[in-house]
């Protein structure tokens, strides 16, 4: 306590001329409206400023997770659209084979009969990869646990990026 009380009273005359201007921008801004007005201006931009920035740092930590929700979202419309190829493929069909008409003709259970969907995509981010060596290879963080086997083929936004050759079991 009694640095702090020395410190105040050797830098007395510094506190003093803070204190006098502090005073001074309080009456200038009271008294005069067109200096009030630029220091509030002033103001707003320093804030919209400093806002603008902070916003983008906010926004640049939650792109992982919108980036997931537009993977998740990709994989829907994707599988979306292997069954409307489906089903266009089944209405554009001729409707008089006899296979068609046999499976009309008879009473058996709908599941017997429901496609399952051929490809299903299921979501990965790349861990690590090589792009040096003539046979190139990328890690992806998802194995077996997750529905990965060998010989499943790998799809990028770009188009095809390559085939799973091994899947192990990932710990999380």
Not at 25 to 40: C, D, E, G, S, T
Not at 87 to 93: G, R
């Amino acid at each position: 306590m009694q640095k702090l009380l020395e410190f105040i009273v050797a830098k007395r005359h510094w506190f003093l001329l803070v204190f006098c201007e502090i005073i001074a921008f309080v009456w200038i801004y009271h008294n005069n409206a067109y200096q009030r007005n630029m220091i509030l201006s002033s103001a707003n931009a320093i804030t919209g400023r400093l806002l603008s920035m902070s916003n983008a740092v906010f926004s640049y930590f939650d792109l992982q997770k919108i980036n997931q929700q537009l993977l998740e979202r990709n994989n829907l419309l994707e599988m979306e659209v292997l069954r409307l190829h489906e089903q266009l493929s089944d209405i554009s069909a001729d409707k008089t084979l006899f296979s068609q008409v046999f499976l009309k003709d008879t009473v058996m259970p709908d599941s017997l009969f429901k496609r399952n969907n051929a490809y299903q995509y299921i979501s990965a981010r790349v861990v690590s990869n090589s792009v040096n060596s003539l046979s190139n290879y990328f890690t992806i963080n998802k194995g077996s646990n997750d529905g990965i086997h060998p010989d499943m083929g790998v799809v990028s936004t770009h188009g095809i990026a390559g085939i799973i050759t091994t899947s192990p079991t990932v710990m999380r």
